[in-house]
Nanobody, 126 residues
Framework: VQLQASGGGLVQAGASLSLSCAASGRTFSSYHMGWFRQVLGKEREFVAAISRVSGTYYADSVKGRFTISRDNAKNTLYLQMASLRPEDTAVYYC?????????????????????WGQGTLVTVSS
C-alpha cells in the first residue's frame, strides 16, 4: 500500500487542524493504521492508532485533543487535532501495519508498521 499524508500547515496555539492520509490499493481495510510524529533530532513518537475494526488508541500527550478515524470506503485515514500546542509541532507520518493480534499490545511501536507516508509538517506558533 502507498500512503500520502496531507493537511499540515502553520497555525496558532489553540487552533485546530485536520490531517488526511490517502491510501492506494483495495486492501486498506485490512491494515491497522497509525499516526506518528517526529521533531528534527528526536525519535519518531507515537500519536494515535486505529485498528482494522476501528478501535482507537492515543498517546497520553494528545488524549482528549486528537481524534483518529478511518473511512474504508474512501481508503483514507484522518487525524483531527484540536487545542494545538507549540509542542505539537512536528512532521506527522501515517503508517500501515499488517501485524495480527500482536499489534494490539505494540501499536505504539514504529517497528510494527510496514508502510509509511512521506510526512506532513505541522507548526504551532505560540
Amino acid at each position: 500500500v502507498q500512503l500520502q499524508a496531507s493537511g499540515g500547515g502553520l497555525v496558532q496555539a489553540g487552533a485546530s487542524l485536520s490531517l488526511s492520509c490517502a491510501a492506494s490499493g483495495r486492501t486498506f481495510s485490512s491494515y491497522h493504521m497509525g499516526w506518528f510524529r517526529q521533531v528534527l533530532g528526536k525519535e519518531r513518537e507515537f500519536v494515535a492508532a486505529i485498528s482494522r475494526v476501528s478501535g482507537t488508541y492515543y498517546a497520553d500527550s494528545v488524549k482528549g485533543r486528537f481524534t483518529i478515524s478511518r473511512d474504508n470506503a474512501k481508503n483514507t485515514l484522518y487525524l483531527q487535532m484540536a487545542s494545538l500546542r507549540p509542542e505539537d509541532t512536528a512532521v506527522y507520518y501515517c503508517a500501515a501495519s499488517r501485524y495480527g493480534g500482536s499489534w494490539y499490545t505494540s501499536y505504539m511501536l514504529s517497528t510494527r508498521y510496514d508502510y509509511w507516508g512521506q510526512g506532513t509538517l505541522v507548526t504551532v506558533s505560540s
